[in-house]
Every structure is written in structure tokens, then in C-alpha cells.
């Protein structure tokens, strides 16, 4: 079964996502960057679904802290914002990130999303 890291500061948006994947893909949810890259140390996800707004470290830091480590740098990205900003989806974009997904977001768009970048689970 493959592994998505959900990482988001709000509850809320944790439990909507865990929910969604239960049964399709193994989650593993966290409040933190911090704590995805302590999890990551063990274990290999296939995609992160990724907060561009947490306290410590953002979004955006987390994705270069991601690529420039070469063990994670090709694990795929997906933004999760609650922000409607065209140049903030470009940066996420040049950064590396292969989508972004709105918040409050559906359970469907979400596993859409998931499914058109790394496949069903298998």
C-alpha cells in the first residue's frame, strides 16, 4: 500500500484527509514539517501532501529542505492552501510541487489528485 504523509497544522484538515485515504493509502498524519522529516527518517512516503501555511517552518521551506535532501528530493509534493493566490501556486510550482489543492478541500478533489500522480494504491 503506499505511504502519503499528510502535513497540516489544523486538526481538522488532518482528520478530512486521513479519512479520505483509509482503505486507498497508508497515512501517516502530522502537525509539522518538523515531524515529517523526523517520520521521513524511517519512513518512505510516496507523496506528501503538504500545508503552505505552519508556524516554524512553512510550506515553501519544507519544500526546499525536501529537495536538497537526496533522499526525498523526488518524493511528489502536493500543496494544500487556503489561499486563492495565483503567484504563490506559481511559486509552489517552480519549486517543485506537482499540484495544489484548496482548502477547505473535497475528499474526491483530494484522492483525484492523488490517483492522477502516483497511481491507486497497489
Known amino acids: 500500500m503506499k505511504i502519503i504523509f499528510i502535513v497540516d497544522d489544523n ?5 478530512t484527509a486521513k479519512v479520505a485515504l483509509e482503505g486507498k493509502y497508508k497515512s501517516f498524519a502530522m502537525p509539522s514539517a518538523a ?25 515553501f521551506e519544507a519544500m526546499r529542505a525536501l529537495k536538497a535532501d537526496e533522499r526525498l528530493r523526488a518524493v511528489p509534493v502536493i500543496f494544500l492552501t487556503a489561499h486563492k493566490d495565483a503567484s504563490l501556486e506559481a511559486q509552489g510550482l ?13 475528499p474526491p478533489v483530494l484522492l483525484e489528485s492523488i490517483e492522477r500522480h502516483i497511481g491507486q494504491t497497489g
Do not use: V, W, Y
Open 11 to 15: 486538526d481538522t484538515n488532518l482528520m
Open 94 to 106: 517552480e519549486l517543485g510541487a506537482l499540484d495544489f489543492i484548496s482548502k477547505p478541500f473535497s
Open 35 to 59: 515531524r515529517m522529516f523526523r517520520l521521513a527518517e524511517k519512513i518512505m512516503p510516496d507523496l506528501i501532501l503538504l500545508d503552505i501555511e505552519m508556524p516554524e517552518m512553512n510550506g
